[in-house]
């Protein structure tokens, strides 16, 4: 089956340390998302990428998160400095949208980073 | 802001009858609806998709969309224990914009 591969499935770190996610999308998929999952919150999306441009980062903060796509089988998401608040399940999905349409709708989700800012 | 809402739950249902899950969204330009599954500890999963207003059915999953009342549910027949999960409402706007909005989920659980 072809999956979105996610990586550190968990992170531990101090308060201001700097943070690393990686995922790799299913290849073909053209669109990758970042989402974040918190109790509070629910799912929120931070940032996507289509055909490797970054469209929407609005959901993200500016200030320490920030969002790549080097190429189309990495994407990449940074946290520098991390906080407690920044405690959450971080979610990277991928989709494929056609020319023509109206966006991507069907997403496929990894396994998710679970980060831990102590 | 773009909302979507569903009851947290849980919603208690026994094996066999039938589980109905709800999901309102605030954006009437909305286009397509979505309805993924989670378990506890796991991503979502994609259960199943309606864009047009009525019914869609798969297997044992009916979506149902009123784009009018701005409503979207989930029904599942015949519940199982291993339908115990939280289920996620999600909202693409279309304009464009390729992200999916999510609702907090409604807690599901099956009794056996």
């Known amino acids: 089956d072809a999956r979105v591969t996610q990586t550190p499935r968990h992170k531990v770190t101090e308060m201001g340390q700097e943070v690393t996610m990686r995922c790799q999308p299913i290849?073909?998929?053209?669109?990758v998302f970042w989402y974040r999952q918190t109790m509070m919150q629910g799912l929120e999306l931070l940032a996507y990428?289509?055909?490797?441009?970054?469209?929407?980062d609005s959901g993200m903060p500016k200030d320490r998160f920030s969002a790549e796509m080097p190429d189309a089988t990495l994407a990449t998401l940074k946290i520098q400095p991390s906080e407690p608040r920044d405690s959450a399940v971080y979610f990277c999905?991928?989709?494929?949208?056609?020319?023509?349409?109206?966006?991507?709708?069907?997403?496929?989700f990894g396994a998710g980073s679970r980060l831990t800012v102590l | 802001q773009k909302e979507v809402e569903q009851n947290s739950g849980p919603l208690s249902v026994p094996e066999g009858a039938i589980a109905s899950l709800n999901c309102t969204y605030s954006?009437?330009?909305?286009?397509?609806f979505f309805w993924y599954r989670q378990y506890s500890g796991k991503s979502p999963e994609l259960i199943m998709f309606?864009?047009?207003?009525g019914d869609k059915e798969d297997g044992r999953f009916t979506a149902q969309l009123n784009k009018a009342s701005q409503y979207v549910s989930l029904l599942i027949r015949d519940s199982q224990p291993s339908d115990s999960a939280t289920y996620l409402c999600?909202?693409?706007?279309?304009?464009?914009?390729?992200?999916?909005?999510f609702g907090k989920g409604t807690h599901l659980i099956i009794q056996p």
């Open positions: 990428f289509r055909n490797r441009a970054p469209l929407d």
């Open positions: 290849l073909g998929h053209n669109t």
């Open positions: 309606i864009y047009s207003n």
């Open positions: 954006d009437r330009g909305s286009q397509s």
């Open positions: 999600a909202v693409h706007s279309g304009g464009g914009a390729d992200g999916l909005t």
């Open positions: 999905a991928s989709g494929l949208v056609q020319d023509g349409s109206s966006g991507a709708n069907v997403l496929t």
